[in-house]
């Protein structure tokens, strides 16, 4: 029987949600499978918002969406923990997805990661933009050096959480060790 990764975990859960029109934010573009999908989810008639500190990134999600026939996205080079600044403020309190994909960017320099401290900045704000009924994915990767402590940070993060606004699942892989990615999932209640 077919596995299913953490990934396609996510993109099931994300498109069930998202709707033609709606907007959404890939926090962290990498080599743009994410920003992809959120577009094809959105529809022409969507945005999707993409942020990296690479530029190398942005090409390479640039030349992903090439041949798009879908919607509008808006690459953006900066950090996460500054998207705020980047989003239209009429379009602040009505975003329906925003994806985290944390680490480095496969077959690059793998010291240029996402760290903790602006990690979780970038979850607040995230948390912040959502429209109602909104959710955040974050998957967290504690295998790598770096990425251990980003975990345990986030794993204490969603502990904290203001219950009465948010709900959170946390998604292990099937054959789950200490090492093993995973994903949480963060809904706004109201
Ligand atoms: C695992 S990759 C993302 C994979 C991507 N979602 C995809 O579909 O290919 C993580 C990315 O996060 C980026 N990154 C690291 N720190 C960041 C930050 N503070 N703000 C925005 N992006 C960051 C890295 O440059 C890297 O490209």
């Known amino acids: 029987m077919k596995r299913i990764t953490l990934a396609e975990t996510t993109h099931f859960i994300i498109k069930e949600h998202l709707q033609a029109g709606d ?10 499978h994410d ?12 945005h999707v918002y993409g942020f990296d500190i690479q530029t190398q990134a942005l090409e390479s999600t640039r030349q992903r969406l ?13 950090n996460h923990a500054d ?8 379009e602040q309190g009505h ?5 985290f994909n944390l680490g ?26 959502l429209a109602s009924q909104g959710l ?7 295998g790598h ?11 204490a993060w969603v502990q904290n959480v203001e219950f009465k606004r948010f709900s959170v699942e946390t998604h292990f892989s099937q054959h789950h060790q200490e090492s093993a990615p995973r994903l949480f999932v963060i809904r706004k209640l109201t």
């Open 145 to 155: 050096a770096g990425g251990d402590e980003e975990t345990r940070s986030l794993q």
């Open 23 to 32: 907007i959404a934010i890939d926090a962290t573009l990498g080599n743009g």
């Open 83 to 90: 998207m705020r600044h980047y989003i239209p403020e009429a």
């Open 104 to 129: 480095y960017l496969p077959g690059t320099d793998k010291s240029i990661m996402t760290q903790t401290q602006t990690t979780l900045q970038a979850i607040e704000v995230a948390c912040d933009l």
């Open 66 to 78: 090439h041949d798009l026939n879908a919607a509008p996205v808006t690459l953006i080079r900066a």
């Open 35 to 46: 920003c992809l999908f959120l577009a094809e989810c959105v529809g022409s008639t969507g």
């Open 95 to 99: 975003i329906s997805a925003i994806m």
């Open 136 to 142: 955040v994915t974050v998957m967290a990767y504690p």
